[in-house]
């Protein structure tokens, strides 16, 4: 069964009933929410995603609820919930669904370490995948979510998970994070995509969500073996350019993207160079996101 | 800095991977993680095989120049310098000065 094979009222009563166990990748989250910002949200940004049987086993157990107390009737806030553990602060209820987002991210990145997790997204193309390590601002969702709507399969477009004895990425394919200018970027790209209602004064600024393909998430368990690994950088009004990444600057500049490499220890520092030894870097950086494409795509010696 | 130095690596405290000759090591105590320029990947390298008997500086220097490895004794002292002021690699005699 999938998001979209539920009814509107059934998905809220799930929500706010024993919850919805969603399977992203290899993890099974199981939801509850009363915020009908978060039902919509799931119906319309998770629609192909597979849910797991109720009684089945879910890897995390979260909520996203309404403060209690007086801010349920001034400036009601959203809270983000692990098991009865609040790692966040309360954020503005119109920004419930985003807070959602960060906390599956930060449940992920923060527990699962049988993965090498670096912040970044991953696309994949006849089974190779491509890297896009990047801190916040740097012009890596809007490239990911380009490059999927190019036809590229969209593994994740926040966390990079590395499976060391696998040598092999595993997707999420949920949806891509859209900051700031990239929303008109990409509303004008993809007409036909999905992207959220902007939730303006995030953290991260105006922030909407784009849906994955429906490609992307049937694929959403074959894993990628990692090919390339490219840095980008957006910078308004350059020209695109695009240079080789020894392995060795590679290395440290993955460690600075790095969400559980210290946590790891030595088995991060050998998963990693494991990573690098079977990759080619790059960097990229563009003011055009055509031109980008272009390039990256024939350096890469992809079509799509 | 004398060609009859001896030093040695401290393996047991350090990982290390080298791609062509530039080294990034792991530091198991601290879990700080250091990209060491070129030839510390040859340094170590040889450093490794010579294991806890060490080598001579003269010696390496030898052996980096019979390899094709850039055997310039400048860019090899601060290599070594470097490895030496983060704990990597030690005299086999006494302490590297830290």
């Not at chain 1, 609820?65 to 400036?75: E, I, M, N, P, Y």
């Not at chain 1, 049988?114 to 969702?141: C, M, N, Q, Y």
């Not at chain 1, 990425?169 to 929303?183: D, F, G, M, Q, T």
């Not at chain 2, 030898?62 to 090899?76: F, K, S």
Request: hydrophobic share 45%; with cysteine.
């Amino acid at each position: 069964m999938r998001i979209r094979d539920l009814d509107a009222v059934v998905l809220r009563q799930r929500l706010a009933g024993p919850g919805l166990r969603l399977v992203t990748g290899p993890f099974v989250f199981n939801l509850r929410s009363r915020i009908p910002s978060v039902a919509s949200g799931l119906a319309q940004l998770y629609p192909d995603f597979e849910l797991e049987d109720p009684r089945g086993f879910a890897d995390y157990h979260v909520a996203v609820h309404l403060a209690g107390g007086v801010r349920r009737f001034v400036r009601r806030q959203a809270i983000f919930d692990f098991d009865g553990f609040h790692p966040f602060k309360p954020l503005p209820a119109a920004q419930a669904f985003a807070l959602l987002e960060w906390g599956m991210n930060w449940c992920i990145y923060a527990h699962a370490h049988e993965f090498l997790i670096v912040h970044g997204a991953v696309l994949e193309h006849d089974g190779e995948a491509l890297l896009l390590p990047a801190p916040p601002g740097s012009g890596k969702s809007t490239l990911a979510a380009a490059l999927m709507q190019r036809g590229w399969r969209l593994c994740s477009d926040e966390l990079t998970l590395y499976d060391p004895g696998a040598a092999a990425v595993r997707a999420l394919a949920r949806p891509v994070s859209l900051k700031n200018e990239s929303i008109r970027v990409m509303r004008e790209r993809a007409p036909d995509a999905y992207i959220s209602t902007p939730m303006a004064d995030t953290a991260k600024g105006t922030v909407a969500l784009m849906r994955p393909t429906a490609a992307s998430v049937e694929q959403v368990h074959r894993p990628a073996s990692p090919r390339w690994v490219v840095f980008p950088q957006y910078r308004a009004g350059t020209e695109t350019a695009l240079e080789a990444v020894a392995p060795a600057e590679m290395f440290m500049r993955l460690v600075q993207n790095e969400l559980n490499y210290s946590t790891l220890r030595e088995q991060g520092f050998r998963a990693l160079s494991g990573l690098v030894d079977g990759v080619e870097g790059f960097c990229i950086e563009y003011g055009d996101l055509d031109a980008a494409l272009e390039r990256l795509e024939a350096v890469l010696g992809v079509r799509v | 800095m004398s060609s009859d130095r001896l030093i040695r690596i401290r393996s047991n405290d350090f990982e290390w991977r080298s791609w062509r000759g530039t080294a990034v090591v792991y530091d198991l105590r601290s879990g700080d993680t250091h990209s060491i320029a070129y030839p510390s990947g040859h340094v170590l390298s040889a450093l490794h095989e010579a294991a806890s008997d060490g080598m001579p500086l003269g010696g390496l220097h030898e052996r980096l120049a019979c390899a094709g490895r850039t055997a310039d004794p400048g860019r090899l002292a601060e290599v070594i310098e470097a490895l030496c002021e983060l704990g990597i690699v030690e005299d086999a005699a006494a302490d590297c000065p830290s």
